[in-house]
């Protein structure tokens, strides 16, 4: 079976593309099918059309990484009815195509807490790129984490409106610093890279998402919200080939296996840690909601 799993921006970003490039090279050495890479795609609706189309004529099935397939995708199932599709961190579901949801609000809720516990100014921030899906329940993640820990530790919460630019990156973190957050959680792609330089030049500190940044940059990150994208894409792939169609979106998280975790640096005390513990076993067991949803203020430049 051909599938492609395609791509907006840069596969080798850092963040939940290259965790999923992962998923996908794992699929590849497992022989599971004859997989495709389709990458650089820019963030717009048109072009993601465009490359959509070029690209499923010539497979029998694609897998579309990221909550910017939500429009497109569904679209293209309905046009190419004998053809499989999934979305992974996707919210769209038919009778061609799957969505499949790594929950890294479950390791955002945790962060927010962890956070909270650990802000010396009493403000923390976040920042994310673009308004999808994931990093929207990701914010309302982190802040109702916050808010669950200590209610009176302020959050400044932003999207800068991109993944990839560390300039722009760069200058919402310091500004995000100049206001008091002394942690900031981000959840960004290439452009973390800015936000990085940002903490090292104000004397913030930072959590990091998807991957192991406390592992990269310890004296930067006190932790890291990590989520298996790879893992989703590899269910998605399997199923495909397996001929399987879930009707409702797949979420795996917490409840669910190792899918996701909070990864924390040496300087976490063991306290803090049995606390964070303590929450990820609520959340696995039911007795933690996680929200998705926020509606309260935003910080802008």
Same mark, same amino acid.
């Not at 516990?117 to 999808?132: D, F, I, N």
């Given at each position: 079976m051909k599938i492609a799993v395609f791509f907006? #921006?840069?596969?080798?970003? $850092?963040? *939940?593309? $290259?965790?999923a490039l992962a998923g996908a090279e794992a699929a590849t050495a497992e022989a599971l099918a004859d997989i495709s890479i389709v990458s650089g795609v820019l963030y717009d609706q048109d072009e993601i059309r465009e490359r959509l189309a070029e690209v499923v004529p010539e497979v029998d099935g694609l897998v579309f990484i990221g909550g910017q397939g939500n429009i497109a995708t569904l679209e293209v199932a309905d046009q190419y009815p004998d053809k499989k599709f999934a979305i992974v961190q996707g919210e769209r579901t038919g009778s061609n195509l799957a969505s499949y949801d790594v929950r &890294?609000?479950?390791? !955002?809720?945790l962060a927010g807490a962890l956070a909270a516990?650990?802000?010396?100014?009493?403000?923390?921030?976040? +920042?994310? #790129?673009?308004r999808v899906p994931p990093g929207l329940k990701g914010r309302a993640a982190f802040v109702a984490g916050v808010r669950h820990a200590d209610p009176d530790v302020q959050t400044l919460t932003g999207f800068c409106g991109t993944q990839d630019d560390s300039a722009i990156?760069? !200058?919402?973190? /310091?500004? /995000?610093?100049?206001?008091?957050?002394?942690?900031? *959680?981000?959840m960004l792609n290439?452009?973390?890279s800015g936000a990085i /330089? $940002?903490?090292?030049? #104000?004397?913030?500190? &930072?959590? #990091?998402?998807? +991957?192991?940044?406390?592992?990269?940059?310890?004296?930067?990150?006190?932790a890291s919200a990590?989520?298996?994208?790879? +893992?989703?894409?590899? $269910?998605?792939?399997?199923?495909?080939v397996a001929g399987v169609t879930p009707d409702e979106i797949v979420e795996l998280g917490l409840a669910d296996g190792d899918f996701v975790t909070l990864s924390m640096g040496a300087e976490v005390s063991e306290a803090a840690r049995e606390y964070i513990a303590s929450l990820a076993e609520g959340i696995r067991r039911g007795t933690i909601a996680v929200p998705n949803v926020y509606d309260g203020p935003e910080f802008e430049l």
């Amino acid at each position: 079976m051909k599938i492609a799993v395609f791509f907006v #921006g840069e596969v080798r970003d $850092a963040g *939940f593309n $290259a965790s999923a490039l992962a998923g996908a090279e794992a699929a590849t050495a497992e022989a599971l099918a004859d997989i495709s890479i389709v990458s650089g795609v820019l963030y717009d609706q048109d072009e993601i059309r465009e490359r959509l189309a070029e690209v499923v004529p010539e497979v029998d099935g694609l897998v579309f990484i990221g909550g910017q397939g939500n429009i497109a995708t569904l679209e293209v199932a309905d046009q190419y009815p004998d053809k499989k599709f999934a979305i992974v961190q996707g919210e769209r579901t038919g009778s061609n195509l799957a969505s499949y949801d790594v929950r &890294q609000e479950d390791s !955002a809720f945790l962060a927010g807490a962890l956070a909270a516990r650990m802000t010396k100014t009493g403000t923390v921030g976040h +920042l994310s #790129g673009h308004r999808v899906p994931p990093g929207l329940k990701g914010r309302a993640a982190f802040v109702a984490g916050v808010r669950h820990a200590d209610p009176d530790v302020q959050t400044l919460t932003g999207f800068c409106g991109t993944q990839d630019d560390s300039a722009i990156t760069k !200058a919402w973190t /310091e500004a /995000e610093i100049a206001a008091g957050a002394d942690i900031v *959680f981000t959840m960004l792609n290439d452009a973390r890279s800015g936000a990085i /330089e $940002a903490c090292r030049n #104000g004397g913030g500190r &930072q959590i #990091g998402n998807a +991957l192991d940044w406390v592992d990269v940059d310890p004296e930067v990150f006190i932790a890291s919200a990590m989520a298996r994208i790879d +893992l989703g894409v590899k $269910a998605a792939i399997a199923d495909m080939v397996a001929g399987v169609t879930p009707d409702e979106i797949v979420e795996l998280g917490l409840a669910d296996g190792d899918f996701v975790t909070l990864s924390m640096g040496a300087e976490v005390s063991e306290a803090a840690r049995e606390y964070i513990a303590s929450l990820a076993e609520g959340i696995r067991r039911g007795t933690i909601a996680v929200p998705n949803v926020y509606d309260g203020p935003e910080f802008e430049l």
